[in-house]
């Protein structure tokens, strides 16, 4: 083997890590490494007779790239992960990281870093910090020009921990304060409600229509938090006189199948929840709901509507699917995305502190009723079995949904404590051009969400008008 492609070899450890992992438990065959030395040849022409020479940033970058090529051509799930992709990864799934709550954005007029809001509960939230603040100073460095990623890789790091900002606030005197922060686990809260408690942003209102005792819950992904957030919410509901629950799963695009199948379990007391196979001859796994710790019960007088759209992926179809077959509750909106696999993380070696993993399909999926939902192999074998079908179809707009999208993130936006800025409300958000996103002098209704209250209605046999409904949520700003 030519010496430049030995030092290919040798310097791109990720690519032996993927075609030699056999050689833990058993001499790899010779195919193997007939695989990885093709890979190293086109490394080393690449580098050899490329028409500039690359930087090693540039040659490690595509050596991922060629990874995640092949991983994606065998399955659009699969992926390799680097170690800042694998940390993102964890704090993904962890539902937290540590940093001091902040969403992040930059000054148009001044470049400097701008607090679009502080996240309530959090270090930056109760020092103080609100709306439109700016950051001048992240330590002892000018945040002037300053990249909302390169800030936020100053503002995140090791729990309790500490950070300086220097804080500019027009109107006061003097204008720039120091503040120090100790970094906390920031939660991604997936759980949210109608609105937030003007006495406490910190806490939701959870009825959409008191009156008749119909709660809203939204769900936005499926973290380690998903779960008890959702059983405190359903319990405060029920505590407080409520008799039906919307379950807002739209462009809920799933997460931790463990969160799915103990979501399922809250509400139900028996029965399959969701099973996994594969083709490799291995025993199908089963998850049956266990009959302590259900809640909203009885089931035919506490009600449910789960809503759904084309944005409803993996986990979110998990519960929508599991909770139809039961008839423990009516699905209403669009029909799911449609993706019924199962990923799994598997580590990998890396240099020196830097971690490697790649993800990729291990499993598929399949409903109570025996269906699997993955829309790719429906289509494979012509079978129109895919996603979940609403009981009450509701198709929405491009319009609607981005129109919903700008209500749910300012639903999200709060300026700071009560206690230290005047509670307002949240601006629009604004497109590049500086023009707003939707014209909100147009009243807004969420169809779907109307729908479901009015099938939850006839069910209870109730009366009465609900209030304006919330919609569903997009992702904020980076997050500090």
Do not use: C
Not at 128 to 137: E, F, Q, R, S, T
Not at 328 to 343: D, L, M, N, P, T
Not at 394 to 419: C, F, I, N, S, Y
């Amino acid at each position: 083997m030519p010496l430049r492609n030995l030092a290919w070899l040798l310097m791109v450890p990720a690519i032996v890590g993927l075609g030699l992992a056999v050689s833990f438990s058993a001499p790899p065959p010779e195919k193997d490494y007939d695989r990885v030395r093709q890979i190293v040849n086109v490394l080393a022409e690449v580098d050899a007779n490329f028409y500039r020479e690359l930087s090693e940033d540039e040659k490690q970058q595509l050596v991922e790239d060629m990874i995640n090529g092949g991983l994606r051509k065998l399955d659009p799930h699969s992926e390799y992960l680097n170690d800042k992709q694998l940390k993102q990864f964890e704090s993904d799934a962890k539902g937290s990281f540590g940093g001091v709550g902040i969403v992040l954005t930059t000054d148009a007029t001044t470049r400097f870093l701008k607090v679009d809001h502080p996240m309530p509960g959090t270090p930056a939230y109760d020092a103080g910090i609100i709306a439109d603040d700016l950051i001048v100073k992240v330590g002892d460095k000018s945040t002037e020009g300053m990249t909302v990623p390169d800030a936020r890789k100053l503002i995140v790091g090791e729990l309790k921990t500490q950070v300086k900002l220097t804080i500019r606030r027009a109107g006061r005197n003097p204008t720039d304060e120091e503040v120090m922060l100790t970094r906390a686990a920031i939660s991604q809260h997936p759980v949210s409600g109608v609105r937030r408690r003007a006495d406490d942003p910190n806490k939701w209102e959870w009825f959409l229509d008191k009156p008749n005792g119909i709660g809203y819950i939204r769900l936005s992904g499926f973290n380690e938090l998903t779960t008890k957030e959702l059983k405190a919410a359903v319990e405060e509901i029920e505590r407080d006189g409520g008799k039906a629950i919307v379950l807002d799963l739209r462009e809920n695009p799933g997460g931790l199948l463990s969160e799915a199948i103990d979501v399922v379990d809250l509400f139900l007391s028996e029965g399959k929840i969701v099973s996994t196979r594969n083709d490799r001859g291995s025993k199908e796994r089963v998850w049956d709901a266990k009959k302590d710790g259900t809640v909203f019960l009885p089931t035919e007088q506490k009600f449910i509507a789960v809503l759904v759209n084309d944005g409803s992926a993996s986990a979110s179809e998990i519960v929508a699917a599991a909770l139809q077959d039961h008839k423990r509750a009516i699905v209403v909106g669009e029909r799911s995305y449609g993706k019924g696999s199962v990923q799994k993380l598997h580590h990998m070696g890396g240099q020196g502190d830097q971690r490697t993993a790649v993800k990729f399909t291990t499993e598929t999926y399949w409903r109570p009723n025996g269906e699997n939902m993955d829309r790719l192999r429906a289509v494979k074998i012509g079978s129109d079995q895919w996603g979940v079908k609403p009981d009450f179809e509701m198709p929405t707009t491009k319009e609607e949904k981005l129109r919903a999208d700008v209500e749910q993130l300012k639903l999200q936006w709060v300026a700071g404590k009560p206690d230290v800025v005047k509670p307002r409300p949240a601006p629009t958000p604004k497109s590049i051009d500086g023009k707003p996103l939707v014209d909100e002098s147009k009243p807004f209704v969420d169809q779907p969400l109307k729908k479901a209250i009015e099938l939850l209605k006839k069910k209870l046999g109730g009366m009465g008008v609900a209030p304006p409904p919330p919609v569903r949520r997009v992702p904020e700003p980076i997050l500090g």
